[in-house]
């Protein structure tokens, strides 16, 4: 998730992506309120939890220019994926 191009970026793992984007996009409270961070970027499907977990781990650990590497890789505008990924 990020706020804009170079901006804010936040990194989670959810088994529901859809019902999770969604939340962030309604800044009820936390990060997503705080940082205005409601544009899914970038993300990763994983057939089992712990995979995804260890990738989130993985990149949480990664610098912020490689962060910015993957979004850029598949999404070089930085556009918001969610509504595609809603079926909108």
């Known amino acids: 998730m990020a706020n804009r191009k170079d901006g804010v970026l936040y990194t989670g793992v959810t088994s529901d992506?859809?019902?999770r984007t969604w939340q962030h996009?309604?800044?009820a409270s936390?990060?997503?309120?705080?940082y205005r961070c409601d544009?899914?970027?970038w993300f990763e499907i994983y057939d089992d939890m712990l995979s995804a977990i260890a990738r989130e781990k993985q990149i949480k650990a990664g610098s912020r220019?490689?962060?910015i590497a993957?979004?850029?890789?598949?999404n070089p505008g930085w556009r918001d994926l969610f509504p595609e990924l809603a079926g909108g």
């Open 30 to 34: 936390g990060f997503s309120a705080r």
């Open 17 to 19: 992506l859809i019902g």
């Open 25 to 27: 996009r309604q800044k």
């Open 70 to 74: 993957l979004i850029e890789a598949k």
């Open 65 to 67: 220019a490689r962060k």
């Open 39 to 41: 544009k899914l970027v």
